[in-house]
């Protein structure tokens, strides 16, 4: 044994492990704290910033999406008024008596609704709502009224309520002779035009706690000029002046600006963040003053100073525990051991340095750690092959179903990719989405039990071989039903053909009592019956898809899977398979989504 082998046993393992200790614990904690400190920091900024930038995207979609549905639902109300049947000139028949009633109907359904007017252009006609509006209300209504005859387009007008308060909304749509919203500088010139006076419910969420995190939220019309805001006036003043208006003014668009303005407090800097809305071409800017924004970083740089203090002292304190107890070889073993209970089962114990029963021990442990990484892959590789043949089996079982009717081959792989896109965009989980396809994809079943001669029927269903075709959404859930991991699928399966307003079928729900899954595909479903061809039809374009199913918002669909749905078609994400010129009409549509593909 050589001179330098003895000097080594000589040396104790508690010594090795105290130094070994101290410096893998002390010098990392001080390295680490000097290192993460500044990048924690960094973190924390970007954080504040996601924060804002999400807040106020969030923010204009909401406020978007509400503006284009209060609109589209004026112009369905002008067009119900032009289209049905009445006087020929539009002043005696907005005194008809039944307009009365049906201005009160629509009323009914919108509890936000302050004032509804329907005006000719010499702005006469039906008014509902309180006897007098204030004095500040009633000029927007008027204002926005002459700006839509003028510009034959929607014109929107925010009413102040007061400090700390969500504004009022004065909006007026013109409405053509086509039955929709008169174009700007349009050859069909408006026949009249309907106003609405709304609580704006968008902005009443901005004092449910915003305000307390020292939050401002602000609305600024095209030209960088506010038209409502819940801070002070000088803080207003100075966001006019900023960069971050300046900048939108030249190009709406999603901006953060950092910018200084002078307060009775002094000197203040303010993070902001201005995302555009499309439908009104304003902006919204939510902003926090830096001071509030990134407090709580230099809350986390003072205890971060103050943990690695004692953190240093139990360091020295946990070494000489250390030192005593335990040994370098057992933590070598224990790492390794937790990496395999985290799932890395590949983790070996390294064999040099060990000997006796520890060298043992780590080749019996390694031994082991190889068998059950070995295990483990003939399990995954087992979950995926199972995965796969039950994919496989559902994709036979649509094919199947769609094979027996020779007009609609294809249609439940269709409906259902269409159906997984739209719930991709409504934000729904990767999970939802997946179950929303198996959904789609089985949504016909029931047709297994319609019989032959109905579904290969070119001639028009008889009452009863209607009545029978429809029970295909019932059929549908009860051969589902027994199928334990399909549950989740029968609402898909069985309400597919539930309507928004109740008229649908089998069980006439309506509203939010269709389940999500079924709305879903009932979109999805019509798009593909209205863009496929049939012996006795030719497929509708993708463009004439899009308006008949905006056309049924609210009465067959809901709109916020419709506006999903639209988002899916703007990014290119809804194709139709077969993209042929051509016209379907309305009642084909039903016939087709009804249940005769």
Known sequence: MTTRRKLLRRIKLRHVLLILVLLSSVVPLVISSALLIPKAKEVLQDAERDYLTRR?????????????????????????????PGAPDISARLHEPWVAGYLQSFAAGSPDLRALYVLDLQGEGPRRGPGQLPAEAEAAMNAVFEQARAARAPAYRLINMGPREAPDLALAVPVSAAGSAAVPGGSSPPQLVVEALLEFKPLQSVFSGEARKEVGVFLLDRHGQILWSDSDPGMARALVRSELVKLFVKRPMSLTREYEFSSPRGRQEVLAQVSAIEETSWGVVVQKPLSAAYAVIDQMVLRTVLATLPLMALSVCFAFLAARWVGRPIQRLTATTHEIAAGSFGGRVEMKGLSFELADLAEDFNRMSGHVESYVQQLREAAQANRDLFIGSLRAFAAAIDAKDPYTRGHSERVAAVS??????????????????????????????????????????????????????????????????????????????????????????????????????????????????????????????????????????????????????????????????????LPEIEARVAGRR
């Open 56 to 84: 106020a995207l969030a923010l204009s979609r909401e406020i978007d999406t509400y503006l284009a549905t209060v609109r589209r639902q004026l112009t369905q109300l002008g067009t119900g008024l032009l289209l049905a």
């Open 420 to 585: 997984r896109v739209i719930a991709r965009h409504l934000l729904l989980s990767e999970e939802m989405q997946h179950k929303v396809w198996i959904g789609a994809l089985l949504h016909d079943v029931g047709k297994l039990g319609v019989e032959d001669t109905i579904l290969r029927k070119e001639t028009e269903l008889t009452a009863e071989e209607y009545r029978q075709m429809k029970m295909h959404t019932v059929v549908g859930a009860e051969i589902m039903q027994p199928i334990e991991q399909l549950r989740e699928m029968i609402p898909a399966i069985r309400w597919h053909h539930e309507a928004w307003n109740g008229r649908g079928y089998p069980d006439a729900l309506r509203g939010e009592q269709i389940p999500l899954f079924a709305r879903i595909v009932a979109v999805a479903d019509t798009f593909d019956a209205i863009t496929t061809n049939r012996p006795y039809q030719q497929a509708g374009n993708i463009q004439y898809a899009v308006d008949t199913i905006t056309k049924l918002t609210g009465s067959r669909f809901d709109a916020k899977v419709v506006t999903a749905f639209l988002r899916a078609v703007q990014a290119g994400e809804v194709r139709p398979m077969v993209p042929r010129e051509g016209r379907v009409t």
